[in-house]
T-cell receptor
Framework: EDKVVQSPLSLVVHEGDTVTLNCSYE??????LLWYKQEKKAPTFLFML????IEKKSGRLSSILDKKELFSILNITATQTGDSAVYLC??????????????FGQGTTLQVKP | EPEVTQTPSHQVTQMGQEVILRCVPI?????FYWYRQILGQKVEFLVS????????KSEIFDDQFSVERPDGSNFTLKIRSTKLEDSAMYFC???????????????FGSGTRLTVV
């Protein structure tokens, strides 16, 4: 059965700290790995990773994929209270019908205290 | 920035009633999806829709569920006879992707919170 596992499930840090969120996966037909931030409702896109070892960066956030060891990390440096959210990892499953469904992990809840 | 729009944002219904959740995907997107998230649990795939037909559905998407794209812009999820366990946040998503690409055009709506009482 395909699965995506995130760790830790929750994390409390103080502003300015650096955090690393983990995502491991076992998906038969891996196509890509996506990170989303979910604050109140809709997940909002952060990164899509398809190739091993290539870091994607956006401001204080960065992410990298290891397709050999089947995991990805999301780093947030100099955290701010606005980073408080649930971070979701999802794997895109290539199916013969090109459905592009996403298989989600359970999420990491990050709380950044002032 | 283009958005996926869902209505209503919150719906309360009695067990056994039919509900229709509505979505307006981004206009040049070709693939459409419904996901649900039961409170405190993972986001789960329900169904994907492409070229006016279902391309894949999960085990959750049984005969009580159906989807339609009635007029080329709306995309609806119907639950025929709601059960208490259907209470969840339902997300619509769309993506433009061509061929096998799974690009960042995958955009989620704000969700409809369905409460079955």
């Amino acid at each position: 059965e395909d699965k995506v596992v995130q760790s830790p499930l929750s994390l409390v840090v103080h502003e300015g700290d650096t955090v690393t969120l983990n995502c491991s996966y076992e998906v038969t037909n891996f196509r890509s790995l996506l990170w989303y931030k979910q604050e109140k409702k809709a997940p909002t896109f952060l990164f899509m990773l398809t190739s091993s070892g290539i870091e994607k960066k956006s401001g204080r956030l960065s992410s990298i994929l290891d397709k050999k060891e089947l995991f990805s990390i999301l780093n947030i440096t100099a955290t701010q209270t606005g980073d408080s959210a649930v971070y979701l990892c999802a794997v895109g499953d290539y199916f013969s019908g090109n459905t592009g469904k996403l298989i989600f992990g359970q999420g990491t809840t990050l709380q950044v205290k002032p | 920035e283009p958005e996926v729009t869902q209505t209503p944002s919150h719906q309360v219904t009695q067990m056994g009633q039919e509900v229709i959740l509505r979505c307006v995907p981004i206009s040049n997107h070709l693939y459409f999806y419904w996901y649900r998230q039961i409170l405190g649990q993972k986001v789960e795939f329900l169904v994907s829709f492409y070229n006016n037909e279902i391309s894949e559905k999960s085990e959750i998407f049984d005969d009580q569920f159906s989807v339609e794209r009635p007029d080329g812009s709306n995309f609806t999820l119907k639950i025929r006879s709601t059960k208490l366990e259907d209470s969840a946040m339902y997300f619509c998503a769309s993506r433009r992707g061509t061929g096998m690409s799974l690009d960042y055009g995958y955009t989620f709506g704000s969700g409809t919170r369905l409460t079955v009482v």
